[in-house]
């Protein structure tokens, strides 16, 4: 056991009532202060960047109750008192609530453990206390290169091995880098599975995003064993992959079910500028890297420099400069009882967890909270409790609990 480390995060004055979500709500001025790397672009509508800062009333404290994870990528609730993690060089291993950190399970494949690749994120079966089957997402090394693929297993009653694994899904086609493999996993009300994507972040395949026989750039849903369900978007079509979902996107690497309407919401790395939020649509065009918020890298307009076009969704909400979202969870715990229905984005490059305050699919309000831990925030869940975990990405990575106090 690890001893826990308490880290406070003070006391929050101000509160967020539920006035704040009524569309257009003011409650302060915008939390990010910086100027935008795209000085000349302007939002597609109101509030689309840049929603008023909010705060929580409630007092809270942080804890690191796990220190010593090597780039931890996803947690997972497993039971009241477990979790799942992940860490990127290929282990997973239960984590407890008190700070026990088990051993690695065995029977994982090998992952390709390079740049951003390895073992990413895992979730449970929908009838996890049934098959007792766990999913996870990994960059696979094959011949040529590496590509995302999502794995399936039988978690023994101990939890020390995975039995039975078979690759679901593989993501075509194989490129040579360690670069976008998305990966986040989130299953439906109906037990359909969607797989993030990315265009693996190269000049050679970024046009991928928008081509339709490749998995580049795209989110795809599949069912449970692998196979494609008979109602997405491009079943039937000899020049499209049929596990396609939605297409257009440059890396995500966030996603999470919006607990009252069903619906998909995901959150994608931009370049310099441009991380967006958005509930992709059978078929949908969301953009990338034709129409895009943000700078490239190096400097200079992204394409053509265009942030709207006929045929490209534009995104929910997006950040200039970039917070680097990671995971994200819809809050309905009851610690934090004003938070129910918020999204919660865990931010790298921020170094902080965004809190959402949503009012139907409009962000009218912002809060970055864990601030004072000053760590790169991997990935966020909610426990049974309420409490809220994140881990950190990093060689020393933690978990931490922020709960109220």
Known sequence: MRPFATLCLGIFLIACHASDRSAGAQTGAPVETRPPNAANQQPAFAGQTRAPGVRTDQAMVSEVVVSGLEHPWAVTPLSEREFLVTERPGRLRVVTSAGDIGLPIRGLPQVFAEGQGGLLDVELSPTFAEDRLIYWSYAEPREGGAGTAVARGRLSGDQTRVDNVEVIFRAQPTFNNGMHFGSRLVFDREGRLYVTLGERSSMETRAQAQALDSHFGKIVRINADGSVPADNPFVGRDDARPEIWSLGHRNVQGAALHPDTGALWSIEHGARGGDEINIPAPGANYGWPVVAYGIEYRGGPIGEGRTAGEGFEPPVYYWDP??????????????FPGWRGDLLVSGLAGRHLARLVLDGERVVGEERLLTD??????????????????VTDDADGKLVRLAAR
């Open 322 to 335: 970039v917070i680097a979202p990671g995971g994200a969870v819809f809050y309905q715990g009851d610690m």
């Open 373 to 390: 831990l000053g760590e790169r925030i991997r990935d966020v869940a909610v426990a049974a409790d309420g409490a809220v975990w994140v």
